[in-house]
């Protein structure tokens, strides 16, 4: 969601179709989503890539430079600190060009004063450009920042690139990508929150009884819907850099198309979603209870689906939400099926003894074939964590989880506990 709308619609191809990626996460009251096709563009060529991301890099430059110069002013950085902390957004983000457009003029007379530059030439070089969010990622920095001199404004387009900082005065630095200053950092970046939708709940900080480190509990005391839950997760990495904040972790249930050999979206969980699907991992790690699929929807699509196979799909996302955007998804996928011999799916079965009967999420082998690239894909920040295998189709064992999330090339990026409620 970070950039401007530079693509149509996407498509992962599985075996002669595309992936197609339904725009809908379901809720438990309606079963799975109605499957929908996504219709394939085409990208940009890697020269046409390359060029386009100089020049946003320079306008990004630009933009911070200008900025970081106009927080020399007293006043004006004590109103900025002012519109940071009444920010209603999670991490107190702000959207720079609904700053710099604003009636007052206060943003956009402060940016042309400190650069010698017209009000009209600092809205229109905003609004060509990237959306871009401004804030303080790193929460030591937002705690700590109470308006003072001693700071600087940071951008970078992807989590790999280095930020280039200015201070107050102008200079230029380049930051590590890996750990932040000890000096406050004001980002300026590429969009991560849609601020066009104000519903959405990744606008604001959980309200809902979000309980054991970010997962929903289903809401108050309400009874959580009977289906598959998972309780612990543990990522080799967040998948973010510090400059972007944190990271948007989701999961995706995917399952077959129609009657296709392909694969559509049933159900995203994340913190963008509501209810008993909220989850939010800011860390490594993650405990709690946080709904996957629930009963009806397994039973829905098991009824639609015969012997069909479902696959969780982990990602970290920093563009649309819920939406698979980045073309290495095809590889990884094929990659874990490589890895774990096609046994890359998932469905819920009992297990025990008479008397001890229990339910319980199995592996199964997944149906769908990845054989070929069907549409050119534009790619995008979001990182592919990978594709859950149940433990024993590996060698690997890990106390206290039960499912192991495998990446590009069969690279063990995480595991998770998966059980049925």
């Known amino acids: 969601m970070s950039h401007r709308t530079r693509f149509s619609g996407l ?20 079963g799975p989503a109605v499957p929908t096709d996504v219709q394939s563009g ?15 890099r320079a306008a990004l430059e630009k933009q911070a430079r ?15 600190h002012a519109q940071l ?3 209603p957004y999670r991490e107190h983000k702000l959207h720079y060009q609904a700053l710099v457009s604003a009636s007052d003029g206060t943003v956009r007379g402060a940016l042309g004063r400190a650069t010698a530059e017209t009000e009209s030439t600092v809205a229109s070089e905003a609004a060509a450009g990237l959306s871009l969010e401004t804030y303080l990622p ?3 920095h937002r705690a700590g920042w109470k308006g003072g001199p001693e700071l ?21 630095s380049v930051l590590s990508a890996r750990t932040p200053p000890a000096t406050p950092v004001i980002a300026l970046e590429p969009a991560e929150l849609r601020f066009d939708r ?21 809401g108050g005391s309400t009874t959580p819907p009977a289906g598959l839950y998972m309780t612990t997760s543990h990522l080799r990495e967040t998948f973010e850099g510090w400059l972007k904040g944190s990271p948007e972790i989701e999961i995706l249930v995917l399952g077959q198309l129609r009657a296709t050999d392909s694969l559509t979206k049933y159900q995203c969980v994340g913190e963008r979603m509501g209810g008993a699907y909220y989850f939010n991992q800011d860390d490594k790690d993650w405990a709690g209870n946080v709904l996957v699929f629930s009963q009806s929807q397994i039973e829905s699509y098991k009824a639609a689906h015969p012997g069909q196979a479902t696959r969780l799909f982990f990602m970290e996302d920093d563009d649309t939400s819920c939406e698979i ?3 290495n998804a095809l590889k990884i996928l094929g990659d874990v099926d490589v890895t774990v011999r096609g046994l890359s799916g998932g469905r819920d079965t009992t297990s025990g003894t008479t008397g001890t009967i229990k339910k319980v999420w199995k592996f199964i082998k997944a149906g769908q074939k990845l054989l070929a690239l069907g549409a050119s894909l534009i790619n995008t920040p979001d990182d592919i964590i990978g594709n859950a295998v149940e433990d024993i189709t590996t060698t690997e064992r890990y106390t206290g989880y039960n499912w192991i999330i495998k990446g590009e090339s069969g690279i063990t990026n995480g595991y998770v506990n998966l059980l049925m409620r």
């Open 325 to 327: 955007r980045n073309e």
């Open 198 to 218: 104000p519903g959405d709940p990744s606008f604001v900080t959980c309200t809902l009884s979000c309980g054991g480190g970010g997962g929903g509990d289903g």
């Open 152 to 172: 600087l404004v940071a951008t970078a387009i992807t989590d790999a690139d280095a930020p280039v900082a200015f201070d107050i005065h102008g200079r230029r």
């Open 66 to 80: 200008r900025l970081a110069l106009a927080l020399a002013d007293p006043a004006f950085r004590s109103y900025f």
């Open 11 to 30: 498509a992962l191809a599985l075996g002669t179709a595309s992936l197609a990626l339904a725009t809908a996460c379901t809720d438990d009251r309606a």
């Open 85 to 87: 902390e009444r920010s």
């Open 138 to 140: 790193v929460p030591a």
């Open 42 to 56: 085409s990208a940009s060529s890697p020269s046409t890539g390359a060029h386009r991301k100089a020049v946003d």
